[in-house]
Each structure stands twice: as C-alpha cells, then as structure tokens.
Nanobody, 124 residues
C-alpha cells in the first residue's frame, strides 16, 4: 500500500534522458510531500529530489541540480522525475516515496510509503 512502483527506468547512454513516474495506489498522497531516492549497490539510500504537497517547493541534491526536475499531479496521485543529461554516476535503483508530512525531507526516515524501485543504468 502506498506509492506504486516507479515506472520509466531503463538504460541510456550518457547525456540521454529518462522520465520516471510514480502513481500512488490505494490511498491519496495529495497532502503528502513526495520524494525520489536512489540506492546503488553497497551504498546508502540517497535523497535525489523532493516536492511539497502543493508542488510549490522543490528540493534537489547538488549533484542533480539543473539536470533533474521533480513534479507532481495531485489529480492523478502521481509524482514524476525528469532526468536529463544523465551521467554514469546516476546509475542506481530509484525509489519514490510519500512523506510523513506535507513537506519533503532529505532523510529517508521522513517517509512512510515506499514504491518498488526501478533500475536506471547510464553507460559512458
């Protein structure tokens, strides 16, 4: 219960683009902040981007600023992550999550519902 699996992962060459989407099933998340995280093998889960409940505030980790864009459509109960100018270091499993509050904290502990991950692979 909670966000559905992130959809849209895949393989792309460096410089390419991918778009991820995450539709919540079984509950509405329109009052929750939403976040995207990623986790590479042997590494901790890392905050990538977050958006508050209305979509008026967005947050990005420094390494993706200017390349990734998070958005949401509350009518569709869906969050999106547009990823441009992808780099090999962006290779990871990406997860979406609904926050405990209306904001989008950096810490994974601030999130309640996690979607199944989707693999993003960027080749050089």
């Amino acid at each position: 219960d909670g966000p559905a699996a992130g959809v849209g992962g895949g393989s792309v060459q460096a410089g390419g683009s991918l778009s991820l989407s995450c539709r919540a099933s079984g509950r509405t998340v329109s009052n929750n902040g939403m976040g995207w995280f990623r986790q590479a093998p042997g590494k901790e889960r890392e905050f990538v981007a977050g958006i508050n409940w209305r979509g008026g505030s967005t947050y990005y980790t420094d390494s993706v600023k200017g390349r990734f864009t998070i958005s949401r459509d509350n009518a569709k109960n869906t969050a999106y992550l547009q990823m441009n100018s992808l780099k090999p270091e962006d290779t990871s499993v990406y997860y979406c999550a609904a926050a405990l509050s209306s904001m989008a904290p950096v810490s994974p502990s601030g999130y309640r519902y996690w979607g199944k991950g989707t693999q993003v692979t960027v080749s050089s």
